[in-house]
């Protein structure tokens, strides 16, 4: 008996494979038809949302209440939690609308600004400046003030903080002014928008 050499038919493996690439190749070409119509379509339906949305809640009186879809999810932003509340109750029921949701951005910090203090007191020939000034400017112009009375020098000890107010300060330069040459022990004070003498 001969034994003969056995070789692997290639045209069946041929065959098998043939199916395969097929249905891979047609998976992927309706995947990529889906998601080419799908698009276009989210972006209508995002759009057509947001502008009936907006419309709404100008309708309401709330032009300020800003509205973006993704999908048919909506995000609100408004200018207090009352306001919220409303647009919600305004846009949520609207048709096509999955939800809806509404943030509040946080306040501005205030800023609090200082009022400014000075004290200049007038002795014979010299004169001192104390306090604190929004600036230099305002530094310059109350020592330049006190040499103005006749001091032959001014000992210059205020301190510089923007978080202080120049509310009234050049009225104080003023006041050292009027005052003249017959301020020699002299005290002028200004305390935010009061000044003593």
């Not at 038809?33 to 009936?52: C, G, I, K, V």
């Not at 007038?122 to 020592?143: D, F, I, N, Y």
């Not at 210059?156 to 009027?178: F, I, K, N």
């Amino acid at each position: 008996m001969m034994l003969q050499n056995w070789k692997p038919n290639k045209s069946n493996n041929k065959r098998r494979f043939r199916p395969l690439v097929g249905l891979i190749v047609a998976v992927l070409g309706l995947g990529a038809l889906m998601a080419a119509q799908q698009l276009p379509n989210r972006h209508r339906m995002e759009a057509d949302l947001t502008q009936r949305s907006t419309q709404a809640l100008h309708s309401a009186g709330l032009s300020d209440v800003r509205v973006t879809f993704t999908g048919r999810d909506g995000r609100l932003t408004a200018g207090s939690p009352a306001e919220a509340e409303q647009a919600l109750d305004i846009v949520r029921p609207l048709e096509g609308v999955r939800a809806a949701e509404a943030q509040v951005p946080p306040a501005p910090a205030k800023t609090v600004l200082v009022p400014p203090s000075a004290l200049v007191v007038m002795g014979r020939g010299t004169a001192s400046v104390s306090g604190t000034v929004p600036s230099e400017s305002a530094r310059t112009a109350l020592v330049g003030a006190a040499a103005t009375l006749g001091a032959e020098s001014v000992e210059d000890h205020l301190t510089v903080d923007a978080g202080v107010t120049d509310a009234a300060l050049p009225g104080l330069a003023d006041v050292l002014r009027a005052i003249g040459h017959r301020a020699t022990g002299a005290t002028v004070r200004r305390c935010g928008s009061t000044a003593a003498r």
